[in-house]
């Protein structure tokens, strides 16, 4: 039991902290080159390679923005962390006889607890990836 149910939680953890990284990263980046393209407009008028940088920060709002569309960081970072929380709760109602545990034959319960949850991030996670491959055809 623990095996499995510790181990889902730690790579789930893993999981949810690398989406939580890229999706901040891209988020950063963004803010950071729209804040720039207004204190370069002023400029356009004096050099031509500020209305190129100015073009090129918005061609990369847009990627950025693309980037995050396809791969779902956000939403991955969400759904792993919604997942570890319920995960979490279920073990805790179990060791402590609590909630639905608190009978006879509680051991099986919790396992089909916990596998529905499994497999309903796996479901999520097929459904992610089907949806990344339509986007790039």
Do not use: C
């Amino acid at each position: 039991m623990r095996e499995r149910l510790d181990n889902q939680i730690e790579w789930m953890e893993g999981k949810a902290r690398v989406n939580q990284r890229r999706y901040r990263l891209l988020k950063v980046l963004e803010i950071a080159s729209a804040g720039i393209i207004p204190f370069l407009v002023g400029f356009h008028s004096t050099n031509r390679i500020f209305l190129t940088i100015t073009g090129l920060l918005g061609v990369f709002i847009v990627l950025l923005n693309g980037i995050q569309q396809l791969y779902k960081f956000h939403e991955s970072w969400l759904t792993y962390r919604t997942t570890i929380e319920a995960l979490r709760r279920e073990k805790m109602l179990f060791e402590n006889h609590a909630g639905s545990y608190a009978g006879e034959n509680s051991f099986p319960r919790f396992v089909e607890n916990i596998e529905a949850l499994l497999a309903n991030e796996n479901k999520l996670w097929l459904n992610t990836v089907m949806q990344r491959a339509e986007q790039t055809k």
